[in-house]
């Protein structure tokens, strides 16, 4: 498994001003793509010029040609001439263009993949506070805005700069006043573009946050869909997204609307200047300064240079766009990632399974701790049970263990190594999680069995996994048994049923420090104890946690923590805590209180048990 950052990075430093950033950051996605870049142009360079050297056709044409008594033997030679400059021509900007799209798809489909990877190595910590419609966004509309900036506004700035001067230089051999004339609308473009570029940029912004929201909205609703249904929500919930949808129309149009004012202008500065243009070279040509066909090559170089000047606006105010989700993707590219492999140790056996806990502290958000001077220590092999109301605390513990999160104070020590010591990837590997809330990915029962075992799994070892899970019989009744596709295009699992597959995952990875969070909590009392032998079975020979809210899930263990608020309240075995009394015996007894009711209600009623 590759779990170290790709060989194209795109960190860079933070200490750098915006402007820096972005420049760095254009720079080193170009990596590896510099040559094609440059390529692409050069390439629109040799268009321009042949492009440029038709117009001395013209003049030659007019002035000369026309003018010779063997017009007839010129006359094809010129038109071969005119074709031939406009097949190269073509050609090369053929060529240009297939360079750019290679390069702007190139850097896009890296950067997706990087994306994709980086988000996968964020803290969870990012992910808490992250929302999945936003990163969606980022990873799509803004990645896909980056690559257009690659393909049109990068390679424009090229363009601009081949078709300016070459075409300029052109113009200077002709009239140098006509060439100086033709540049002077520069300035109030550059202005006007400045100007239009922040205002822009802001609009635009706006927009993709406001896209993002509503993708944030979307992607809530179709994951809550049941939720919605259940409450009768619908009427609300399409108010809330005809609301966000306004919005986005809302900043949509005003960012249109700043484009479109911007156009017209640009277009009225360099309509002016065209006329201004022709009417001057007119003047010349009537006092005998420049011949006809000067005149019309002059006509044609300054509708060449007056198009890049123009599009010079266009592109600066377009690169906006490109620079906001540069932006918003850097700020996902600047988080660090979470290293995988890095320890001071570097253990390669299995973990003994010793767990000690030493005044842990620890909190997600500062200073509201969640967990408050946490000790307690697990000799290997053995079994703690973890009880108490929700939200004290509980997965929070377990949950250390991984290092998904880090602890603030005090010390967990692994085999008596500081947990922090360990590289996370050694640990994730030997720490074995049935979560809370499991999830399978939407891949057939055996993928979703095998996932992360590491290695080659023969069918009879799944099954036998899935036995021991008790779901081997519920996986046959399925159509195509071991091969069918779960959720979206395939069977929905109950919640128990779930369940029990990322048992069976668990045990064919066979951990060494087992945490089963909550993991019967979604099957009846009667699968339980069909499970309660396999899981017995699971944890004998490794440290457990388990968590349950049943007493007769954890009466076995070897040490019950009882948990109030972040603290640990009671701790000891079951027959210990019983004697104890407070809060343990209060709630066994009111258990086994329910229990037998209902087993007698059950009795009289008749029903088989
Ligand atoms: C303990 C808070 C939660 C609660 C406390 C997972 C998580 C929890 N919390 C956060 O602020 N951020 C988080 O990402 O921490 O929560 P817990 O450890 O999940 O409690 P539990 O496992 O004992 O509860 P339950 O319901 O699973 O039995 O205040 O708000
Ligand atoms: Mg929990």
Known sequence: MNSNPPAQSYNYDLKQTLAERRLVGFWRMLTGFRLLYVGAVAFLGASALFGMASFFLIRYFVDEALQKPDLHNVLPVVALGFVGLALLQGTFSFLSGRLTAQTAEGIALRLRNYMFDHIQHLTFAYHDKMQTGE??????????????????????????????????????????????????????????????????????????????????TLQENLSGVRVVKAFARQDYERNKFEGDNAEKFQRGKRFMMMHSGFWPITDIICGAQIIGGYFVAALLVMDGTITVGTYLAYAGLLMNIINPIRNLGRLIVQMSTGMVSFDRVSEIIRQEREPLTEGVVQPTGSLRGEVVFENVTFEYEPDTPV???????????????LLGSTGSGKTSVVSLLPRFYDYKDGSIRIDGVELRDYPRQYLRRQIGIVEQEPFLF?????????????????????????????VHDVIMTFPDGYNTLVGERGVTLSGGQKQRVVLARTLLKDPRILILDDATSSVDAETEDSIRGALLRLMQGRTSFVIAHRIQTVMHADLILVFDKGH??????????????????????????????????????????
């Open 135 to 216: 990163l969606i966004q980022r990873c799509t509309s803004d990645v896909d805005t980056m690559r257009r900036f690659f393909s049109e506004q990068a390679i424009g700035v090229g363009r601009i700069a081949i078709l300016f001067t070459v075409n300029f230089a052109a113009l200077l051999t002709l009239h140098v006043g006509l060439a100086l004339l033709s540049v002077i609308v520069i300035p109030p473009i550059v202005i006007a573009s400045l100007y239009f570029f922040r205002r822009v940029s802001k609009a635009w912004e706006a927009y993709q946050e406001q896209d993002a929201k509503l993708s944030t």
């Open 371 to 385: 967990l408050k001077d946490i000790s307690f220590r697990v000799e290997p092999g053995q079994t703690v049970a």
């Open 442 to 470: 939407s891949r057939t029962i055996r993928e979703n069995i095998t996932y992360g075992v590491g290695r080659e799994v023969s069918d009879d070892e799944v099954i036998a996994a899935a036995r021991a899970a008790a």
């Open 568 to 609: 640990i309240i009671q701790r000891g075995t079951h027959a210990e805590l019983l004697a104890q009394g407070g809060m343990y015996r209060r709630v066994y007894e009111l258990q086994s209180r329910i229990e037998d009711e209902l087993e007698k209600e059950i009795a009289s009623v008749g029903l088989p048990l």
